[in-house]
């Protein structure tokens, strides 16, 4: 049975740290509207994998079957005229399923591959097809691996040991902002960057600010570093005339610009007054603050980091 053209289905594979497992299902539940306690997601919302730091794999769903022999007979149907390969996706666990060594799996792809009329290229192909079980049934499609190109941004001219990792950064900007068309954000704490610099590299419409000048300056050096072209502003979030779709608010607690719960507080009332929804980055638990300020949180999660935990809450 061959899925209906006009309903596109994406399987997603995950990899991440035991201690990642709470912000993944949040970032999860941002781009699909649901989360799953396993390694993969079903989905008909298509994102690029790339943009998540723990998105391993997309298959793009062409037929789904319950035996081989239903997808090799399938495949022949396809007439391509660019290059491909066949790669099986089984090279872990994947959910209750069991991963499918290595031998087996080149013999599968080999034997997709001969049921496809075209050329086959294993070096570099111009197309790659998926194949992965699941649950006791096979899914065939467009593969599409997830590159980290956040990887480079690991190493910045300037570096605080209080802002967030660069992981934990990409997928804040993920929950703040899944679709990016259309969207305005800003990040009014920016300090060095760290979130700017990994929306930007995911075509995220977003600016910054900070009321230390030389912290500007750094994000503004770190943001160039990477080649890419952001706006960094001097000053408070007070400042702040125009409104946004969102805003990112990783509430201050270094030595260069630690805030009181007073401060603090100021900071949430502006961000109330600026944007539609927020995304507010914590050390403490500030949800009467946050409620006060006129939020209500309708998603949350503890990003870890071996002993020191930050909130992630999503307020709108």
């Given at each position: 049975m061959s899925n209906e053209?006009?309903?596109?289905?994406?399987?997603y594979t995950y990899v991440h740290h035991v201690d990642e497992y709470d912000l993944c299902r949040m970032e999860m539940r941002s781009f699909f509207s649901l989360d799953s306690q396993a390694n993969y997601i079903i989905s008909n919302t298509k994102?690029?994998?790339?943009?998540?730091?723990?998105?391993?794999d997309r298959l793009e769903v062409l037929y789904e079957e319950?035996?081989?022999?239903?997808?090799?007979?399938?495949?022949?149907?396809?007439?391509?005229?660019e290059t491909y390969k066949v790669v099986c996706l089984n090279n872990m666990d994947i959910g209750a399923t069991t991963k499918i060594h290595q031998p087996e799996r080149r013999l599968i792809e080999r034997e997709i591959g001969l049921c496809i009329e075209g050329e086959p290229d294993l070096d570099h192909p111009e197309i790659v097809f998926g194949l992965i079980f699941i649950d006791g049934k096979w899914y065939f499609g467009k593969h599409m691996k997830s590159v980290s190109f956040w990887r480079?941004?690991?190493?910045?001219?300037?570096?605080?040991?209080?802002?967030?990792?660069?992981?934990?950064?990409?997928?804040?900007?993920?929950?703040?902002?899944?679709?990016?068309?259309?969207i305005r954000a800003i990040d009014p704490?920016?300090?060095?960057?760290?979130?700017?610099?990994?929306?930007?590299?995911?075509?995220?419409?977003?600016?910054?600010?900070?009321?230390?000048?030389?912290?500007?300056?750094?994000?503004?050096?770190?943001?160039?570093y990477f080649g890419l072209t952001g706006k960094i502003t001097l000053g408070p979030i007070?400042?702040?005339?125009?409104?946004?779709?969102?805003?990112?608010?990783?509430?201050?607690?270094?030595?260069?610009?630690h805030s009181s719960a007073e401060e603090q507080f100021d900071i949430l009332k502006h961000a109330r007054r600026i944007a539609d929804k927020v995304v507010v980055v914590?050390?403490?638990?500030?949800?009467?603050?946050?409620?006060?300020?006129?939020?209500?949180?309708?998603?949350?999660?503890?990003?870890?980091?071996?002993?020191?935990?930050?909130q992630i809450l999503l307020c709108e």
């Open positions: 053209q006009n309903k596109r289905k994406f399987i994102i690029d994998p790339s943009r998540s730091p723990f998105i391993q319950n035996n081989l022999d239903n997808i090799k007979s399938l495949v022949k149907n396809l007439k391509i005229d480079k941004h690991l190493h910045k001219p300037h570096m605080y040991s209080t802002a967030l990792s660069t992981r934990v950064a990409r997928a804040v900007a993920n929950i703040a902002v899944p679709q990016p068309q259309n704490c920016c300090g060095i960057g760290t979130v700017i610099i990994e929306a930007l590299s995911m075509g995220i419409n977003m600016e910054g600010r900070d009321i230390n000048y030389h912290v500007c300056k750094g994000s503004r050096e770190n943001i160039a007070s400042e702040v005339k125009e409104h946004y779709d969102v805003a990112i608010i990783d509430l201050p607690y270094n030595l260069f610009t914590t050390i403490e638990t500030i949800d009467d603050m946050i409620e006060d300020a006129g939020f209500v949180i309708s998603d949350r999660c503890i990003a870890k980091k071996q002993t020191f935990l930050r």
